[in-house]
């Protein structure tokens, strides 16, 4: 039997490749102590591993995530994916205490490296196959969000459209108030000044035609008793 099985050989990946996906692998130790295992890639910055470090307990299995963090676009039909991950397990037959696998990692490969176990695990990127996730999605993903967004605008807008139309009216009717308070408080301040001037103007337009009756009056009188002085003149000399 073997101590501890490491599976798939080869991890599937399906399109599209330019989103992320996951696949899994494996660790399943049948020994009588604790194992430790880390994960190694020939392409970091493409994949993401969780646990990439961790231990696995007698008689137990832990399933490992790989997940492919999406190229930046699709591959060509004749693309040969070369990438890989090593596993490599070593004894813990004590405990780590406080110390992470990946920090107890360096002991337990001095202590227990002639133990090690390690496997290599190929990627494989299945072109030929129909993109199965992007059939899936439009499918069952679009219908609850499209119940979601149609119910919170009706509720939006049956409870918060009464509260603009009372805080407008209340905002009108104060601006209408002021723009109204204020020309009938000029006008009114204003008006008399205006009547004074008017009376004024008035007098004063009504007594000048009687002082230039007067004077026309005496100046006729004057020149009649000039005519008659002179008569009288004439006729005693």
């Known amino acids: 039997m073997v101590l501890v099985d490491i599976s798939p050989d080869v991890l599937e990946y399906k399109p599209p490749f330019t989103e992320q996906s996951t696949e899994y692998a494996t660790i399943t130790n049948n020994s009588e102590q604790p194992v430790a295992f880390k994960v190694k890639t020939t392409a970091p910055k493409f994949y993401c591993v969780r646990p990439n470090a961790a231990v696995v307990k007698p008689g137990e299995s832990v399933q490992v995530q790989v997940i492919l963090l999406g190229l930046t676009k699709e591959p060509t039909a004749d693309f040969k994916c070369r990438d890989k991950f090593l596993v490599i397990t070593l004894p ?52 609850p969000v499209e119940d979601h967004r149609e119910e919170i605008p009706i509720t939006a807008k049956s409870e918060a459209a009464p509260v603009p139309t009372l805080e407008t009216e209340q905002v009108k009717k104060s601006v209408d108030e002021k723009k109204i308070s204020k020309p009938v408080e000029e006008f009114t301040s204003s008006e008399p000044e205006r009547v004074t001037t008017r009376e004024s103007t008035s007098s004063n337009t009504k007594t000048e035609p009687v002082s230039a009756q007067e004077g026309s009056l005496n100046s006729t009188a004057l020149i009649l008793i000039a005519i008659i002085a002179l008569v009288l003149g004439w006729l005693y000399y």
């Open 92 to 143: 813990a037959p004590y405990d780590l205490g406080e110390k992470t696998v990946a920090d107890a990692w360096p002991e337990l490969e001095t202590e227990f490296k002639q133990q090690a176990v390690s496997k290599k695990i190929k990627v494989k990127y299945l072109l030929d196959q129909e993109p199965a996730v992007a059939q899936a999605v439009p499918q069952q993903v679009p219908e």
